[in-house]
């Protein structure tokens, strides 16, 4: 089974702080994801990655930033938290386009609450 | 642009009865649908898929799935509902502005069932 891991599953950090959101996939995907989870407006895209170094901008990508090192590790930064930004995180990953999957497998889930 | 739209915020349903959650889409082309859950405090499970084929598409825990093109519906069905189904049920897309693997998702269906 595929496995997805979340460094945190609840974190409390102060407006201004550099937060380090970390995720780690053990199926060798090349395709990893982060997702915020709000009520009401379901899981909104921040950024993605399809490959080492490779990251591409989500739908709400402002106030976010990440760094995808190695294969298997996608982390999320917040350059400066401030309270907009509490709220569930999620990590994902899916296999290559080449097999035809298309689903993504998800992490258990950071929430972050910044005062 | 592609789009997902979840019309019921909660439904209730009482156990053994059969349930629906409803889930319409928006894109250009053909459609690759996916239902997900969530339990409280997890991250999101990966309950069944549309891609090709049948449109009556079966998938874990007894759920299923009727893709219905003209009506662009593709809603979640159980014929008798448990207890243990309570829980948030994501409709999601494929993503097509960018050939990954990227999934818009639709605002949640809380499903609570009594006994």
Redesign the interface.
């Known amino acids: 089974d595929v496995k997805?891991t979340q460094s945190s599953?609840y974190l409390v950090k102060r407006t201004g702080e550099k937060v380090f959101l970390e995720c780690v996939q053990d199926m060798d995907h090349e395709?990893m994801?982060w997702?915020r989870q709000d009520p009401?407006?379901?899981?909104?895209?921040i950024y993605?990655s399809?490959d080492v170094k490779m990251k591409?901008k989500?739908d709400i990508p402002e106030g976010y930033s990440v760094s995808r090192e190695k294969k298997e590790r996608f982390s999320l930064i917040l350059e400066s938290a401030s309270t907009n930004q509490t709220s569930m995180y999620?990590c994902?990953s899916?296999?290559p386009?080449a097999l035809?999957?298309?689903?993504?497998?998800?992490?258990?889930?950071t929430r972050l609450t910044v005062t | 642009a592609q789009s997902v739209a979840q019309p019921e915020d909660q439904v209730n349903v009482a156990e053994g009865n059969p349930l629906t959650v409803k889930c319409t889409y928006s894109v250009s082309g053909n459609p690759y649908l996916f239902w997900y859950v969530q339990y409280p405090n997890r991250g999101l499970q990966f309950l069944l898929k549309y891609i090709t084929g049948d449109n009556l598409v079966k998938g874990s825990y007894g759920f299923e799935a009727e893709f219905n093109k003209s009506q662009t519906s593709f809603h979640l069905k159980k014929p008798s509902a448990l207890v243990s189904d309570s829980a948030l049920y994501f409709c999601a897309v494929r993503d097509q502005r960018i050939g990954g693997n990227m999934l818009t998702f639709g605002g949640g269906t809380r499903l609570m069932v009594k006994p």
Request: net charge neutral; charged share 15%.
């Open positions: 997805v599953r395709n994801f997702y009401g407006l379901g899981l909104r895209l993605f399809y591409e989500g999620l994902a899916s296999p386009l035809f999957s298309y689903e993504q497998y998800f992490g258990p889930g």
